[in-house]
């Protein structure tokens, strides 16, 4: 069935009531008082009911009318919001954007590159998702996001873009009064085996689990961010490595204590990924503004200077 309530209908009722009267309403919308009457007469008889209440010397809205015009505003801005995202779209840029951020890294200097895109770009709906090791990566191969800040090591295959951020220096803590501190350093592997391992588990849903700093401990405790594992070795849960930039206060409150390993691990190099193909203006957007940002392994993601 074809609804009698058309768009014109509902500006023509919401122009009566913020003019309160037919004749400014017909002003407004440049058209006679006839035509304006005539509208309203016309959706009145298709639907059946009264909208305005005629019986007094200047028409009200019923309570029908009333309510027919309160959702019909909601109409007529989802009409517009849609006009105004078919222009961005045919225009390149994006209705929306997903933005993926590796759990290595905090979001402040994302933040504030998002704030400057919606300065540019307000209409643009931003996503963003917090993906963990090689899960940025399955992200963006599985379509689930269209730019990765944080990509750890190689991508899975050919067809991405790549801008190399920088390296990830990671330093073994524990917390403070924690049993380990006593012993002499190096630490040999032997001495940490009888203490659990906090580990962050990989969130790839379809490309091959990656493994990072596991330690041969006895036993593990598995969380699902990097800041969650923070946490849990703050409380002398674990042991591990964290990320040397996440770390800072806690170090400098010596709430956590960094020991010296007879094996250290290995840094990891991060970097900003995304399709190649993809013509996206708020994409590009945010790869040149990363472009001029470097990773510190001390502070983490900075503006270049």
């Not at 979001?107 to 300065?119: G, H, I, M, N, T």
């Not at 709906?125 to 990509?151: F, K, P, Q, T, Y």
């Not at 220096?169 to 085996?193: Q, T, W």
């Not at 094996?263 to 001029?292: C, H, M, T, Y």
Request: glycine share 8%; with cysteine; net charge neutral.
């Amino acid at each position: 069935m074809i609804s009698p309530i058309t768009l014109d209908a509902l500006r023509t009722l919401d122009a009566i009531d913020r003019r309160r009267s037919f004749a400014a309403a017909a002003d407004e919308l440049f058209r006679v008082p006839s035509a304006v009457s005539y509208t309203i007469n016309k959706l009145e008889e298709e639907l059946g009911v009264a909208l305005f209440d005629r019986s007094r010397r200047k028409a009200e809205l019923t309570a029908i009318g009333r309510l027919v015009l309160e959702q019909g505003r909601q109409i007529l801005k989802a009409t517009e919001e849609l006009t105004a995202l078919a222009r961005q779209a045919a225009d390149g840029w994006e209705v929306e954007l997903r933005i993926c951020i590796d759990s290595i890294l905090t979001c402040d200097s994302v933040y504030d590159l998002v704030e400057a895109f919606q300065r540019l770009q307000p209409k643009t709906e931003i996503r963003m998702s917090e993906e963990v090791l090689g899960g940025g990566w399955d992200a963006l191969n599985d379509d689930r996001c269209d730019l990765v800040i944080g990509a750890e090591g190689a991508p899975p295959g050919p067809g991405f873009g790549i801008h190399p951020l920088g390296t990830v220096l990671f330093e073994f803590a524990v917390a403070a009064g924690h049993p380990l501190v006593e012993l002499s350093m190096p630490l040999p592997m032997d001495a940490i085996r009888n203490y659990p391992t906090v580990v962050v588990a990989d969130s790839s849903r379809h490309l091959p689990v990656r493994s990072s700093g596991l330690l041969d401990g006895r036993s593990r405790i598995v969380v699902p961010t990097i800041e969650r594992k923070i946490e849990a070795q703050c409380k002398g849960l674990g042991v591990g490595y964290l990320p040397r930039h996440r770390i800072t206060k806690e170090l400098a409150s010596g709430t956590l204590k960094v020991l010296t390993l007879g094996v250290p691990r290995p840094p990891v190099e991060i970097s900003v990924a995304w399709r190649r193909g993809n013509p996206g203006k708020g994409l590009k957007w945010f790869v040149d503004n990363l472009r001029q940002m470097h990773f510190d392994p001390d502070s983490g993601l900075l503006v270049q200077k």
